[in-house]
């Protein structure tokens, strides 16, 4: 971050599972410890083929970048519970298209600041910064942030795989009410999120394993999810199963909806 080494926290967390853990375990990572691996292995239990669908967001994640860079001009970007690094990160992504980019990454657990503040210490043009997606406003006012980011530009906001995190006591349409009116006309909202719509038994079971290891994870329906667009206009092809958002595969090759169980989408704020 910004040159400086990064200071380890006191407590990483590591006698408890954490989501971003699990989903490097899910994605085939090796930031993660054996509680989180245990975690992930009883939701796979539950539904075999939670890889996949962690793997097929990452492919959307990637989609949905390049498409802001390319075609609505997006230089700057905000990725909300960021999770740890892994193959296509956002600044990858995006300076792949144009060198200039710049990533303010976010999450609430300590290890991330440490791993994704060394791999970046010497990129000026990314931070990682330990924030919660239920504070917006620490995680807009933060120093990175505004280093970073031009709020007088249009700004991407990713709310990917995170957002069902957040329960419904946590007003997650109130944190996205709130980061649309912090950007100008033009910026764009990158959001997925697990839905029980398709597959209910099995993303059921998912849901109660994690519950039961401590990891909030609240489903919701594609009506719930569409709320989240309120104000914004939705990019074509809209709210899709993230597997085919702008797939760039023929769709007999691409996973059966069942096996993903995940929605994502765009949206612009219009001017």
Do not use: C
Not at 135 to 152: Q, S, W
Not at 207 to 221: D, I, K
């Amino acid at each position: 971050m910004s040159g400086e080494s990064p200071v380890e926290p006191a407590d990483l967390r590591t006698d408890q599972p954490h989501s971003a853990r699990m989903y490097d375990y899910l994605l085939g990572g090796k930031d993660h410890y054996a509680i989180d691996g245990q975690a992930a292995e009883k939701a796979l239990a539950s539904f075999p083929l939670l890889r996949t669908a962690a793997r097929e967001n990452r492919k959307f994640l990637g989609r949905a970048v390049r498409h802001l860079v390319r075609e609505a001009g997006i230089r700057q970007f905000i990725d909300l519970g960021s999770g740890l690094p892994t193959a296509e990160n956002v600044h990858q992504v995006a300076q792949a298209e144009d060198p200039d980019a710049r990533v303010v990454y976010v999450d609430n657990d300590p290890i991330v600041l440490v791993y994704g503040g060394a791999l970046l210490a010497r990129d000026a043009r990314t931070a990682v910064i330990q924030g919660d997606i239920r504070d917006p406003r620490a995680v807009l006012d933060h120093a990175e942030t505004r280093r970073l980011i031009d709020f007088d530009q249009p700004v991407g906001v990713l709310a990917v795989a995170v957002l069902h995190f957040v329960g419904d006591d946590e007003d997650p349409a109130g944190i996205v009410r709130v980061l649309r009116e912090a950007v100008p006309a033009g910026s764009h909202f990158i959001l997925s999120h697990a839905t029980a719509d398709i597959a209910p038994e099995a993303a059921l079971g998912v849901q109660t394993a994690y519950r039961a290891q401590g990891v909030p994870l609240t489903l919701r329906g594609k009506d719930e999810f569409a709320a989240f667009f309120d104000g914004l206009e939705q990019v074509e092809p809209g709210i899709q199963v993230v597997s085919d958002w702008q797939a760039t595969t023929p769709e007999a090759e691409r996973p059966d909806h069942a096996d993903v169980s995940w929605y994502g989408g765009i949206g612009r704020l219009p001017s």
